[in-house]
């Protein structure tokens, strides 16, 4: 949770769309008049579905592009790491937010997401860390509007709530006009897996390759999720944990190894 007012709040923005990308924009805009300073540090190019990928085996360069504005040769955790240990080293950030990412990340989506990652990582930076995404059809035009309208509400909102160290919150904006969104719900994870759409094609030299396509298998029935809340025009709110472990398993392999 915030330890502040939010607009006392110095934030840090990243994403994996890239530091050029329009949802960082939108996400610089509509947060200005809200806090006190913000801070862009985010991949030079596209990382989408680089997940919690972390830069190990060449070097990492920083580029500065103006007012507290850098571009970092890596993926976003490579941002956010460099963003608080080095860039904002000696004034930490009060929060991390990342995106506005081009496209849902709903249900397993998560698992592989880059915009996810980069707010996971501030929040094993012991940071509070936020995610937003818009729900869009990838071939057509993105409802920025939507996100942009409802980009202060959802900080108000959350700005009230507590939520403890380990959590990071992933708010997903639906794919319809500002006017048609229903209301903000807290949903949690759905169920979507990408990866059923693979396309086999043939290189000139008679050699197969492989496309992943953007179809996910998905289920918007099930209630009280994000997909569902999202396929209704709803503002989707999901804590998520970064502790994966399974209690009631554990304590049947406890009880098991008494």
Known sequence: ???????????????????????????????????????????ESEQSAASHSLTLRHPLRVRHLGDRRYAV???PTDSVLLGVNQIMRGKRPDLVISGVNRGGNLGEDVIYSGTVAAAMEGTLLDL?????SQVCDERTRTPWDTSAHWIPKVMDILAGVAWPPGVVMNVNFPDVPADAVTGVEACRQGKRKIGGELVEREDPRGEPYYWFGVQRGEDP????????????????LTPLTVDLTHDPVLAALKAALA
């Open 1 to 43: 949770m915030l330890t502040k007012p939010l607009s006392q709040c110095r934030v840090l923005l990243s994403n994996d769309d890239g530091v050029h990308a329009p949802g960082i924009k939108v996400l610089q805009e509509a947060l200005a008049p809200l806090v006190a300073e913000i801070w862009v540090v985010a991949p």
């Open 73 to 75: 040769s890596g993926t």
């Open 221 to 236: 029935s099930r209630a009280d999720t994000d997909l569902e809340a999202t396929t209704r025009g709803a503002i989707s």
């Open 128 to 132: 509070p860390a936020i995610a937003f």
